[in-house]
């Protein structure tokens, strides 16, 4: 746990004691005191929130080794193989100067007594170093499952201590340098996270994609 997580910890808290002081100041009807104990608590909170915000913003996107591994608490992602190819099945190429490009993922669960899973939303798209992004192909994704069988899903339940390996494929710039995995935990803003100075609103870290 870092000073930022204790920070966050003692500032919920502080906020929660707050809350409390303005709902007993309204119940006995100390509108002068209501009010400066709620401008007071808002004007922190808006600075808190403004410092989170910024240093997520500012702070250098974190680019793992190529055999890292991005966790979530216990819930923990890696890369276990990528090929380029130029075609998938029979028949499927990519458009002119582009290529498909299949990583298999290694999904595994660090946990030693809970059953877990990556929340709904979860998913993975591969950028380059210009920063573009590029989601999984809907048509080679399908080609790749009729041929290989159905892929699990990155919110699939985890029994403890377990791992499962699935694959994506993606279209790419033949040219388009070397790629990077990242990954989307969840559909949205995941509490606390975002609330948790160098990590709310921060962009995902990447994995290289390199031998």
Same mark, same amino acid.
């Given at each position: 746990?870092?000073?930022?997580?204790?920070?966050?910890?003692?500032?919920?808290?502080?906020?929660?004691?707050?809350?409390?002081?303005?709902?007993?100041?309204?119940?006995?009807?100390?509108?002068?005191?209501?009010?400066?104990?709620?401008?007071? &608590?808002?004007? #922190?909170? $808006?600075?808190?929130? *403004?410092? %989170?915000? /910024?240093?997520? @913003?500012?702070?250098? !996107? =974190? +680019?793992?080794?190529?055999?890292?591994?991005?966790?979530?608490?216990?819930?923990?992602l890696g890369v276990q193989r990528f090929e380029?190819?130029?075609?998938?099945?029979?028949? &499927?190429?990519? #458009?002119? $100067?582009?290529?498909? *490009?299949? %990583?298999? /993922?290694?999904? @595994?669960?660090?946990? !030693? =007594? +809970?059953?877990?899973?990556?929340?709904?939303?979860?998913?993975?798209?591969?950028?380059?170093?210009?920063?573009?992004?590029?989601?999984?192909?809907?048509?080679?994704?399908?080609?790749?499952?009729?041929?290989?069988?159905?892929?699990?899903?990155?919110?699939?339940?985890?029994?403890?201590?377990?791992?499962?390996?699935?694959?994506?494929?993606?279209?790419?710039?033949?040219?388009?340098?070397?790629?990077?995995?990242?990954?989307?935990?969840?559909?949205?803003?995941?509490?606390?996270?975002?609330?948790?100075?160098?990590?709310?609103?921060?962009?995902?870290?990447?994995?290289p994609l390199r031998h």
């Amino acid at each position: 746990m870092s000073i930022f997580d204790l920070l966050f910890i003692a500032c919920f808290l502080g906020t929660l004691i707050g809350v409390l002081r303005i709902s007993w100041l309204a119940v006995r009807r100390r509108w002068t005191d209501f009010r400066t104990a709620s401008l007071r &608590l808002g004007a #922190a909170a $808006g600075v808190y929130m *403004l410092v %989170v915000i /910024l240093t997520g @913003i500012l702070a250098p !996107r =974190r +680019v793992l080794a190529p055999d890292g591994i991005l966790r979530y608490d216990d819930w923990c992602l890696g890369v276990q193989r990528f090929e380029p190819a130029g075609m998938v099945g029979p028949d &499927l190429r990519p #458009a002119s $100067g582009r290529q498909f *490009l299949i %990583v298999t /993922l290694n999904v @595994i669960s660090k946990a !030693r =007594r +809970v059953r877990q899973a990556a929340p709904a939303g979860a998913l993975v798209y591969l950028s380059d170093r210009a920063g573009r992004r590029y989601d999984v192909s809907d048509d080679a994704q399908a080609v790749y499952e009729r041929l290989h069988g159905a892929q699990p899903a990155l919110t699939t339940m985890l029994e403890p201590d377990t791992s499962f390996q699935t694959t994506r494929v993606f279209e790419v710039p033949r040219d388009g340098g070397e790629m990077a995995l990242a990954h989307q935990h969840g559909s949205g803003a995941q509490f606390p996270t975002v609330f948790i100075i160098g990590e709310g609103f921060r962009k995902p870290p990447l994995i290289p994609l390199r031998h």
